[in-house]
């Protein structure tokens, strides 16, 4: 069954996760994704067996990252500093709706003559989604930039963490990256809408540091409000006692997250054979609850200390509670989780080298276009005389010419 955007083709030339990730979203939603990588060395991502001290290295000389940022897409070699190469990208833009770019800095598209001035000279129609480190204006425009970048720069780092802790904390799961390519995506998405309207195509511009503080719009929003955003977490200051995570007997934890803390107070107390905590003034309200905080939240913390996690979710259930509250589960736990499962945030997959897997499939449903994961990573060129072929009609002979003159891998 065709997706939201089958027949829509996007033009790839990104490296590593942020843009890529934006790459393989449309190829989900059934765009025809085509990336180019240069002959003989494709996409760093490729070589990158080690993040954070651990090997990520698969069998057949795949690599986790770049398994995930590339699946539903075609991948061409292309020597773009050869003028033959050139010609062929020039003749492939012409045939598409999107060119989709990142970490390849701007200065290098204008000196390669990839940039949006040049592109859309070819195709006036064409998206140019360009997805950068810093922004494209300012001193920092043609810096390198990565998630940990973005999450240093952004303030990302200091919001994150304890708040009785004097260091920043970095967070190894690239939100920044994933949330860039999310950002580009939903970009291209808007900007066909608007070709669909118009016959226009535009330029995009989407970065990390932008990216970062998107993701973090509820607190910078309260600093721009108020003139102060919100302090670190921390379980032993808590406001709200029942916005809270506590250590259980078996050393699992537990999160509350319950906004509403006088609507639910007396359920929660209930639950905690604790009755008389709802006529005790120090604790009757959430401003009482407050002042009291690091009271109340060890006073929690010591009663959900004398019992281990599931005994306290059966007795939640038991009491049939309506506040909000979760095990805090780790990634490996995440994703066995009966809930991931039953909302299909798990797919298997069968990959051409790795056998039956599983991955996480977009998590999105359509129900008349669903999305799908039809093609693993691919391995470099491993299209190209399927691209070149299908799209300009090149024949095989053209082909090796190309080849032997170092146009194409």
């Known amino acids: 069954m065709d997706g939201p955007l089958t027949g829509i083709r996007v033009l790839e030339w990104a490296a590593f996760h942020n843009g890529p990730a934006a790459g393989y979203m449309l190829g989900d939603l059934g765009a025809d994704v085509i990336k180019i990588e240069e002959p003989g060395v494709g996409d760093p991502f490729r070589g990158m067996t080690q993040m954070w001290g651990n090997t990520v290295s698969l069998p057949g000389r795949r690599v986790v990252g770049f398994e995930g940022a590339n699946r539903n897409k075609r991948s061409i070699a292309l020597n773009l500093s050869h003028p033959d190469s050139k010609s062929i990208f020039y003749q492939m833009i012409k045939k598409c709706d999107v060119f989709l770019t990142s970490y390849y800095r701007n200065e290098v598209l204008q000196r390669l003559g990839l940039d ?3 592109v859309v000279k070819h195709n006036p129609r064409i998206i140019y989604a360009i997805n950068s480190g810093y922004g494209l204006e300012g001193t920092l425009a043609n810096e390198r930039g990565f998630d940990p970048i973005a999450q240093a720069r952004s303030g990302m780092m200091w919001t994150t963490g304890d708040r009785d802790s004097n260091e920043p904390f970095l967070n190894v799961a690239a939100p920044n990256d994933s949330m860039g390519g999310t950002m580009q995506a939903f970009a291209i998405l ?15 511009e989407v970065s990390l540091l932008g990216s ?3 993701l973090q719009y509820i607190d910078i929003n309260a600093l721009l409000l108020r003139g102060k955003g919100y302090s670190r977490h921390s379980r032993f200051k808590a406001a709200n006692p029942i916005g809270n995570h506590y250590c259980c007997a078996d050393s699992k934890w537990l999160i509350l997250a319950e906004p509403q803390s006088d609507r639910f107070w007396g359920q929660f107390c209930k639950c905690l054979s604790k009755e008389e905590w709802q006529s005790d003034q120090r604790f009757a309200t959430a401003i009482a609850r407050q002042k009291n905080s690091e009271e109340i939240c060890r006073l929690v913390a010591d009663i959900l200390a004398t ?17 909000a509250y979760s095990p805090i589960l780790k990634d490996s736990d995440a994703v066995v989780d009966s809930q991931v499962q039953d909302n299909n945030y798990i797919v298997e997959f069968n990959h051409p080298v790795l056998g039956p897997t599983r991955v996480l499939p977009l998590p999105v449903k359509f129900s008349k276009s669903p999305v799908s994961i039809k093609r693993a990573a691919p391995e470099l060129g491993e299209q190209t005389e399927e691209v070149l072929q299908e799209i300009l009609g090149l024949t095989w002979e053209e082909l090796a010419k190309l080849k032997e003159k170092g146009a194409i891998g």
């Open 190 to 204: 808007a900007a066909l809408l608007h070709l669909n309207r118009t016959g226009e195509g535009q330029k995009l």
């Open 307 to 323: 019992r281990n996690l599931d005994e306290w979710l059966e007795e939640f259930r038991l009491q049939k509670a309506e506040f």
């Open 116 to 118: 949006y001035e040049t």
């Open 212 to 214: 970062a503080l998107h």
